[in-house]
């Protein structure tokens, strides 16, 4: 089993900046990526940045060039940098992991999913 827990969420200003970070435990080497989705009041869940095992990184048109996913295998972390940060960016974020071998960017593939932080940006 793999369980995800995401932390960093908060109360930012436009144009500020926060750094959500998404720790795995359990068998995380089964992960072969790994996701940040968000969903906003009446809206769908959509990708916001994935990466997978081998270091590549996917991103939503809507944040590219304003959020860097990274990761620190030996601490086993998952970071969302998010800069420039928009009142439209408010939503809860979710961690996500999936462990087959389908498209990192395909939310269906994302089988295990963490409890998810909310980002609210003030105007």
């Known amino acids: 089993q793999v369980q995800l827990v995401e932390s960093g969420g908060g109360n930012v200003q436009a144009g500020g900046s926060l750094r959500l970070s998404c720790a795995a435990s359990?068998?995380?080497?089964?992960?072969?990526?790994t996701g940040w989705y968000r969903q906003a009041p009446g809206k769908q869940r959509e990708l916001v940045a994935a990466?997978?095992?081998?270091?590549?990184?996917s991103y939503a048109d809507s944040v590219r060039g304003r959020s860097t996913i990274s990761r620190d295998n030996g601490k086993k972390l998952v970071y969302l940098q998010m800069n420039s940060l928009k009142p439209e960016d408010t939503a809860v974020y979710y961690c996500?992991?999936?462990?087959?071998?389908?498209?990192?960017?395909?939310?269906?593939?994302?089988?295990?999913w963490g409890q998810g932080t909310q980002v609210t940006v003030s105007s």
């Open positions: 996500a992991a999936k462990r087959g071998y389908g498209s990192a960017t395909r939310i269906s593939e994302y089988d295990v």
């Open positions: 359990g068998s995380t080497n089964l992960i072969t990526a």
């Open positions: 990466i997978n095992r081998s270091g590549t990184t």
